[in-house]
């Protein structure tokens, strides 16, 4: 539908007799949907080098055509616009107020527990937006990414669940809304998560110490049992010795005490 408001309010004043009229399929548009220009000139007479401005820059130029279309709008379209153009003279149009309203922020991604998360853990995620503006049988779609890896496309929940998080869950999240038709898909900022490994891996050093340490001890410990083996080895004898030369004393004792004897008369 044409808004001819203004065409009715135009009235030409002053000695130009050919004027322009900028015309606008609406002055509100919800984002995501298309907003047309038409460049009109008064009593259909002849333009051509047709120029449409948003906030007095040009952002379009057709030779031709008087008419633009914006297939999706965004919030950066809205501004004032207004067109020019060649008749006899030049010529510029008055200004139009454009409005363009937001359906849903874009979603941050938030998580149930703060990074560093510890292996074992339950992480949700969820995506939060707002819907802004009332819309019957309006519903969002949630897809949720790490990285370029595609976790959940097109949930209508808008949560996902890391049911134990291992340390390959660690990476850079985030999330995308959209409305069903894709006219409105907006992403959110990334979420970094951390997930800490249960035992740390020592470095190669720690290893190699360890087993150097290791090693040493073996070493001293081989060494002191040979020394305390030689030196027990070494008593055994001296005690054996003893205890044959005090055997022998005892013979010989018993020996003399027989020739005591046989000698008494
Ligand atoms: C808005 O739409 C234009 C194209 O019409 C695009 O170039 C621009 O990136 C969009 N801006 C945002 C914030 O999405
Ligand atoms: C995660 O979400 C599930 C279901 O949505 C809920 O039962 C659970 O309590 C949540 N856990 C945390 C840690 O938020
Ligand atoms: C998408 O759906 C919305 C309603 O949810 C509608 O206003 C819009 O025109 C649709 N866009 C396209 C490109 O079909």
New binding site residues.
Partial sequence: MWLLTALLLWVPAGAQTDWLLLQVSSRVVTEGEPLTLRCHGWKNKRIYNVLFYQNGKVFEFSTGNSEFTILKTNLSHNGIYHCSAMGKQGFESAGVHITVKELFPAPVLKA??SSPILEGH?V?LSCETKLLLQRPGLQLYFSFYMGSKTLLSRNTAS?Y?ILTATREDSGLYWCEATTENGSIVKRSPELELQVLGLQTQPPVWFHVLFYLAVGILFLVDTIFCMIIYKELERKKKCNLEVSLDSGQKKRVNSHLQKERYLEEP
Avoid: A, V
């Fill in positions: 149930s527990l339950l949700n949560e669940q």
